[in-house]
């Protein structure tokens, strides 16, 4: 596992001032209307890193062990479903929230686990907005729900989430102005 | 972040296949009664795992630059939720997954979370069983309902999750016989 700091070329939002981002290549809670937003990736899963993730996190044999993963119900080495969610946040952040006025997120409605994450794997990430609305406590937020599914190259979904992200909205909008 | 295999001295379940499993400090389906099963932990979680894993898998500023951090929702420097869950995953393989005839998981009812990882956090993970069926399509096996709250020194609860984990029954108990 690449380990230190990555550099973050595309951070352009102020967390948490949104009165004071930047205006340019900064997504706000108006980027995201409900409906399809993108895919993202791919992005490939090695042997190692499914190994390193298990054994740091999740030492199960079946992540960890490959003659005992061959054994298992997945039949063979999968990668941990934490480790999986885990690509997938970065593969968010890659794709739209390494530039949006993100301030965080309360949680996630459900993960579902659908097919093993293999070494080798090429990841892609379906997104989609399925709900978008404004912060009643917070009128100068938005919550954006992102539905994002992780695909294998032969299409298969090996994961699905559902997960709101508090996005600020375009300065001015909490008063009633336009963008 | 450590890398590399650790040992599995805890681990004695076949995984896959319960008729072979070793009767010897392995648990099973029955082992899991719905209440309260335990607390695990203390463990601590340090700065440079919350930049390791967050330069990894979620370099969004809260999680990664001190300075942006402290301007944050959050105010201050906080672990990725992924994270969180990811040594909440640990914790349960330490405290119970480690030596249980677990056959893997298919997802997550809700993950929620509630305050921030702080560095040198020591965390606790109380954990409850809130659901223990035999399974209708597998019926030498049952699904074990999860419930975990990660706890800091404080006792606030920063992330709870509930989950379904499939688990082998006792040898014999799918064909009718006594435990």
Known sequence: MRAGRLRLPQITATIGLPSQQSPIM?????????????????????REEILAFAAEF???PMHLDEEAAS???LKGLSGSGWHLCSIMMR?????????????GSPGVNEVRWLAP????DDLTLDVEVTEARVSRSRPGT????????ARNAAGQALCEWVSPIIVARRAGASSGQAG
Do not use: H, N, Y
Not at 26 to 46: K, Y
Not at 142 to 149: D, N
């Open 26 to 46: 900064t997504l706000t809670f108006e980027d995201f209307p409900p409906g399809r937003f993108g895919t993202f990736g791919p992005r490939r899963v090695t």
């Open 58 to 60: 999740d030492p199960q």
């Open 71 to 73: 054994r298992s119900m």
């Open 91 to 103: 593969m968010m952040f890659d794709g739209c929230i390494g530039r949006t006025a993100s301030l």
């Open 117 to 120: 994450l293999r070494p080798g």
């Open 142 to 149: 938005g919550i954006v729900t992102f539905k994002a599914v």
